[in-house]
């Protein structure tokens, strides 16, 4: 790990595989529009199918509990969320909180949707219930400190990752994503300084290095 070269490398390797991939497709610009490959949605399998159909059937039930239905809502937003179906999977993990509201899971993951949408306050406030109702919710912690980060909230950001890293300190991931907001509040010198540290004391087998 001499000087951090690796970090350069990634980018450059991702550079190279995104230009492999243009490359790879002017090559077949010159066939017919109708003949070119062609994006296809992510279809579910059959057992999701059966799984989804289930799920619908148990839902009209009216014996069912609130924590019933706040399990299937959650359960069918998990199998929309891995189709890629993110409105609905959303809707659903709405539905559930409005049957069971003490749920951290759920929280975390609207957060991780909020994040990515750019609705930093909104996640925030996912986040912090999750972390309220479990204050020991690893991935709401990291999440969170990740959501800081790209709201420009720096130093709050380092706070969290500070934090999630000392609670693991061999992670490399959490090493790195606290040396993320810490290039940004504290400059280049100062988060390497730092890297190298937490480098150094960590048992160094998730660095690849």
């Not at 450059?12 to 070119?36: F, I, M, R, Y």
């Not at 420009?152 to 999630?164: C, F, S, T």
Request: with cysteine.
């Amino acid at each position: 790990m001499r000087n951090y070269r690796w970090l350069p490398l990634t980018v450059l390797g991702t550079a190279l595989l995104l230009s492999g991939c243009a490359t790879s497709t002017s090559v077949k610009n010159d066939q017919p529009w109708h003949l070119l490959p062609m994006a296809v949605p992510l279809q579910p399998t059959t057992q999701q199918e059966v799984q989804l159909a289930q799920i619908d059937q148990i839902l009209l039930r009216e014996d069912l509990t609130e924590n019933d239905r706040a399990q299937l809502y959650y359960e069918r937003g998990l199998i929309n969320d891995s189709l890629g179906l993110r409105d609905l999977a959303r809707l659903d993990f709405n539905r559930s909180l409005s049957y069971n509201p003490s749920q951290p899971d759920v929280f975390n993951i609207l957060g991780v949707y909020f994040t990515q949408s750019g609705m930093y306050d909104a996640a925030y406030e996912a986040f912090d219930s999750s972390l309220e109702l479990d204050e020991g919710h690893q991935f709401a912690e990291r999440n969170r400190g990740i959501a800081l980060y790209y709201g420009g909230r720096y130093q709050l950001a380092v706070r969290d990752l500070l934090k999630h890293y000392k609670d693991n300190e061999n992670d490399a991931y959490r090493s790195l994503w606290l040396y993320l907001a810490e290039l940004e509040k504290e400059g280049n010198e100062k988060a390497i300084a730092g890297l190298k540290a937490r480098y150094q004391n960590s048992d160094q087998l998730d660095w690849g290095c």
